[in-house]
């Protein structure tokens, strides 16, 4: 099968959806199927090709997180689309990309698939400064419905996801896949010991240091600042626990959130280590006794399979999203308020052996159907119904 993916977002980029699409090229062209992809470039420079991927120049948006805006359509990236001759198109942005993707399909009669992947309402703010924000809002409900049905098969990595488009009137039908995971790469036998010894010598983290971990794009929406409250009390709660919190990431509230380490008087607790490419995430997730985030706007939330996967306790913000997933007590630990925040990190930094090892059992046994397998099974049907409908 040959598949011609759009993405607005492809490594070296990081965040959720690039590792999603990464996985999805990556898992295909392991089974032998042949897949090119087509995506904005990540620094200046010309149109390239590496790989099957199609790097087109693009304006940045410094606002945005640094993401690069191609055109919609361009005469020479469609003309090695037709040379592929793919059997299936598979878009995962509204951007420009988004655009051409539709182009391609309605230019080669080819079938379309469109997986969303993030909810547009929790990011209007970065366009209204909150200035007619409920006005933004509902253009994008009705903007949604209207992708939902340009599409020959549509994909939504989660339920919470499918129950706000039913909220927004679509009712067509929606495939559930959530995104898979290649548990391999965050084994224990991974992780290089002497590094580990070396960044916590560098991070003044002791042997008897319990370090709290949040990881991901550093954004208002990601609520960061809920666990860097939640910790700051945590700290003044049990000031003769040794702790460290680091930050891994990078985006447009860092500077925000350095402030308010500095207000709530834990700078020197806290590691802000920047963004990392995504092979050392792992090492991030060993590194931690707790895996922390307040975020309620994840459309399945990969940092958390990821940190069941490395055997890493999650704290999370209770969230719908989650349920299912994160069992409280059982899979992982849920809180609401910074002093449900500061129990529950209590709690899991108390756990005997016994309780820990069997926490980490039940989420490892709870996120096998996140695996690369599945979701390669799942998308591949997908696929199959798309074309069938094209014969």
């Not at 790097?55 to 990236?77: A, Q, S």
């Not at 971990?213 to 609520?223: F, H, M, N, Q």
């Not at 891994?248 to 490419?277: M, N, Q, Y």
């Amino acid at each position: 099968m040959k598949v011609l993916v759009f993405s607005d977002t492809y490594p070296p980029f990081i965040n959720g959806v690039s590792t999603s699409v990464f996985n999805l090229v990556k898992m295909f062209r392991n089974r032998g199927h042949q897949v090119m992809v087509v995506t904005p470039r990540s620094s200046d420079g010309p149109l390239e090709v590496i790989d099957n991927v199609v790097y087109m120049p693009g304006i940045e948006n410094k606002k945005l997180y640094g993401y690069r805006f191609p055109k919609f359509y361009d005469r020479k990236v469609m003309q090695m689309v037709k040379e592929f001759k793919p059997d299936v198109i598979h878009y995962h942005t509204d951007s420009m990309l988004g655009v051409f993707a539709r182009i391609a399909a309605h230019k080669l009669h080819c079938p379309l698939v469109y997986t969303y992947h993030t909810s547009y309402e929790d990011y209007t703010y970065y366009a209204t400064k909150g200035f007619l924000d409920r006005v933004a809002k509902k253009t994008v409900r009705l903007y949604t419905k209207t992708i939902a049905k340009n599409c020959t098969e549509f994909i939504t990595p989660s339920y919470k996801t499918k129950e706000f488009l039913r909220a927004t009137g679509s009712d067509i039908y929606m495939n559930v896949i959530p995104t898979g995971i290649d548990f391999s790469l965050f084994d224990s036998k991974n992780i290089d010991v002497e590094r580990t010894k070396q960044f916590k010598l560098e991070h003044h983290i002791d042997d008897d240091t319990k370090v709290f971990l949040i990881l991901g794009r550093v954004a208002k929406e990601k609520s960061m600042d809920v666990s860097i409250r939640g910790y700051a009390q945590f700290k003044e709660t049990y000031p003769n626990i040794k702790t460290k919190l680091i930050v891994v990431g990078g985006g447009p509230a860092k500077t925000e959130l350095e402030l308010l380490t500095h207000e709530l008087r834990i700078a020197d607790s806290v590691d802000f280590i920047g963004p990392v490419p995504a092979s050392d995430v792992p090492f991030y997730y060993h590194l931690a006794d707790i895996y922390t985030s307040a975020s309620v706007t994840e459309t399945q939330g990969l940092t958390f399979m990821e940190a069941m996967a490395a055997s890493t306790i999650i704290l999370a913000r209770l969230d719908d999203n989650l349920a299912g997933t994160i069992i409280d007590g059982q899979t992982g630990f849920f809180f609401t308020t910074e002093s449900s925040f500061v129990e529950k990190a209590y709690r899991i930094l108390t756990l005997s052996s016994e309780e820990k090892e069997k926490i980490i059992s039940n989420a490892l046994k709870q996120v096998d159907i996140y695996s690369i397998d599945n979701f390669y099974k799942n998308i591949l049907e997908v696929y199959q119904r798309a074309i069938k409908k094209y014969w």
